[in-house]
């Protein structure tokens, strides 16, 4: 666990974003803009005037509580990777206008986009049910409860890796798939272990011995070359059977994952008056997680994680008193929110076989403790004028335990190789004053104008992996936000437009680093940078039938100064690299057509989608791997058909979704300057299906 906490809390939910170390084995990252993480990081809990979404009735932005009448729906779907959905939702009023239940369920299947023919499974195939109950009391007029329950279970195999670079000559990679194909001779491990260790060969080395042990990785690196595909939606990962030769058995490699969820909360609101009112939010979050996954991107063991397991833990408990004061003109809420998260993570890899004492063991024990207070308020300066002022206080201390070892020796700071415990504890301690001020101004009836300002806060920690246990500092991001919303022309036309900046300081960045003969994932910071961008959204229905949409983002992220780390731990400047999974531009048209006929209504659905070129993992190229990792510009295009049913009260939809079959890159991860190999992850290809749904 990286120890790195995010906290954001709203009236009805309590959203908890954690940034984990899973394994040493680094991940895609996930396809997010700046600017989404940037708003989760800065938003404080929005004044609060009753009646709120709660005295709606309303567990959900879809799931109705109500005390009237009975009611629910089903829908089924079907697709091709024969895929197959069954969800449906129940509301039971149980006493009137005091209690009422809603119930929820979800099932789905599908056998995947690609196949891992070394182990005979499919890839990139998914499983998961989820069941959901919400209970509503309104115990009297002015106390109600809301009681939430939620379990789910998922299990999926990993994605599909296509090896799309292979570093030419000497790599490790190409080494160590030299000796599993038996190519390496004694002599070449004498020159080897030398390379590794000092850089040179062996004193007493010949040039035709170098010569004979340069022609030997080559045989590796052709090897290996030979698994190159761009578009393939096949891999060949390694079997059990292969880690036999290495002492190994009884492990689960066959790449895989499954998580069980489940969760619960007692949302409380008493209203002592019509201008104020106390909340209590309760919430208990439990995980757990196993995998066992490859990113070798080919049947060789370089790096595969056979088994890998989590079970965090968090319990977060927020109070609010908040309301309205001065005839209205001021709404405000002022609260206190504790975080606890507890868990282990313990992860059992194989890596760079034969050069390292298989297997590494990856054993911590995590904690986090956050307790927080903040205060906002809205006042209408006047009738079209409202300023609005917020102020966050945030402590936070983590603890950490280590006991990473390899089959030979400890590698856990501060302790021994061999004779001790191979366990540490490691603390860090944080706090911060995150601020938000803004001031919007009705100009007109259809127009508003904003202005904002918000500071944001994310807890730095301690890397789970590297020996030393190197911490990482806080980050602090600071934003600025103009805009407008307006409706034209009888509100047949929406506009909406905002401008931003926004600086980073201590931005963390995770990097796939070499050390001890290990590949480690490690979060180190960049030291500043900062984010222009701006958004535009238009809805317009120019005829009764027809709503069309648009919108269009421009992103430019810069870092002012940052100071990286290369493949072997050297400080190297990486100031002028892109950021991670960040287009300049991206935008996206839909459009729907409605017809009144004969059964119902009739909608035809169309929506694309387009961003430019995008680096998935910018900060771990060499001079010639950037193109493998990069996907240019590219477009999506989906449909949708639905079929309103009025007398049986049903709907019935066809969909596609990339109808084009447009081949293109959905993550990736480059270890060429480590291991000497990259890979990427392809996108969904044409997915089509059938939907029933029937409300009653």
């Given at each position: ?25 680094p ?53 091709n ?19 009422a ?40 007029d ?30 490790i990679?190409a080494?160590?798939?030299?000796a ?18 000092t850089?040179a ?11 004979a ?9 052709t ?21 036999t ?15 069980d ?71 405000w ?7 606890h ?40 300066l ?127 960045r ?24 701006a ?25 002012k ?49 387009f961003?430019?070129s995008?680096d ?25 058909v ?25 993550g ?22 059938l939907?029933?749904?029937?409300r009653?």
């Open positions: 666990m990286l120890a790195s906490f995010l906290h954001a809390s709203s009236d009805t939910y309590v959203y908890v974003k954690t940034y984990s170390q899973s394994s040493n084995l991940k895609s990252p996930p396809a997010i803009s700046p600017r989404a993480s940037l708003w989760q990081s800065i938003q404080f809990p929005p004044p609060a005037s009753l009646p709120d979404i709660f005295d709606k009735g309303y567990c959900g932005p879809t799931n109705p509580i109500l005390f009237t009448a009975t009611s629910g729906d089903l829908e089924v779907g079907y697709g990777h024969d895929a197959k959905t069954v969800s449906g939702s129940l509301n039971l009023p149980i006493a009137k206008d005091r209690v239940l809603n119930l929820a369920a979800q099932y789905s299947k599908d056998d995947g986009f690609g196949k891992d023919i070394g182990n005979g499974v499919p890839l990139q195939n998914n499983e998961s049910g989820a069941l959901r109950g919400t209970l509503r009391l309104d115990l009297t002015n106390l109600q409860v809301l009681v939430r329950g939620e379990w789910a279970h998922a299990t999926s195999t990993q994605n599909i890796e296509n090896l799309s670079y292979v570093v030419p000559g000497f790599s990679a080494a160590a798939v030299g599993q194909i038996g190519a390496l001779t004694p002599t070449d491990f004498g020159i080897l272990g030398g390379l590794l260790t850089g060969p062996p004193a007493g080395a010949t040039p035709q011995q170098i010569a042990f340069f022609n030997d990785v080559n045989a590796g690196r090897a290996l070359a030979s698994y190159i595909c761009k578009q393939c939606r096949t891999n060949t990962f390694a079997t059990p059977a292969q880690l030769a290495f002492g190994i058995s009884g492990v689960p490699i066959v790449p895989h994952s499954r998580v969820l489940a969760t619960g909360s007692i949302v409380s609101t008493y209203q002592f008056s019509e201008n104020l009112y106390a909340k209590s939010i309760t919430a208990l979050h439990r995980t757990a997680r196993s995998t066992a996954s490859s990113e070798s991107a080919s049947p060789f063991l370089l790096i595969n994680g056979i088994g890998d397991d989590q079970n965090p833990q968090q319990f977060t408990q927020e109070l609010q008193l908040g309301g309205d004061a001065m005839g209205n003109k001021l709404k809420v002022a609260g206190y929110y504790f975080y998260l507890k868990g282990h993570d313990n992860a059992l890899n194989v890596e760079i076989v034969p050069f390292l004492p298989n297997p590494i063991t990856a054993q911590s024990e995590f904690t986090d403790t956050s307790n927080s207070g903040y205060g906002q308020a809205t006042y209408a006047t009738p079209s004028i409202n300023l609005t002022a917020g102020l966050r206080y945030t402590s936070e201390r983590t603890k950490l335990t280590l006991g990473n070892r390899n089959a030979a020796v400890c590698d856990v700071q501060g302790v021994p190789p061999i004779g001790a415990d191979c366990t540490a504890n490691f603390y860090n301690s944080f706090h911060n004053v995150s601020y938000t001020g803004g001031l919007d101004w009705q100009a007109f009836e259809d127009l508003l104008l904003y202005a904002k300002t918000s500071r944001g806060f994310r807890a730095g920690g301690t890397n789970q992996r590297s020996n030393p246990a190197l911490p990482y500092a806080p980050e602090t991001v600071t934003d600025y936000e103009i805009g407008a919303k307006s409706e034209w022309l009888e509100r047949r036309l929406r506009i909406n437009l905002a401008a931003y900046h926004s600086d980073y300081k201590d931005i963390q995770s990097i796939s680093v070499i050390e001890s003969g290990s590949l480690i994932t490690a979060v180190q910071n960049a030291a500043s940078a900062t984010i222009d961008g958004e535009l959204e238009i809805t317009a229905r120019p005829v009764r039938a027809l709503t069309v949409s648009a919108f269009a983002a421009y992103t430019n992220p810069k870092y100064t940052y100071t990286g780390l290369s493949a072997t731990g050297t400080p190297i400047d990486l100031s002028g690299n892109r950021f991670p999974n960040v287009s300049r531009w991206q935008s996206g048209l839909s459009g729907t057509y409605t017809l009144e006929d004969r059964l119902g209504s009739l909608d035809m659905t169309v929506d694309s989608s961003r430019t995008v998935f993992v910018p900060d771990n190229h060499d001079a010639n791997s950037a193109f493998s990792t990069t996907q240019g510009s590219y477009g999506l295009l989906n449909a949708r639905s079929q309103e049913i009025r007398d049986w009260n049903a709907t019935i939809s066809v969909w596609g979704k990339n109808i084009t079959d447009r081949h293109y890159i959905a990736a991860n480059d270890f060429s300057t480590q291991l000497g190999f990259a890979y990427t992850i392809p996108g969904r290809p044409a997915t089509y299906g939907e029933i749904r029937k009653f």
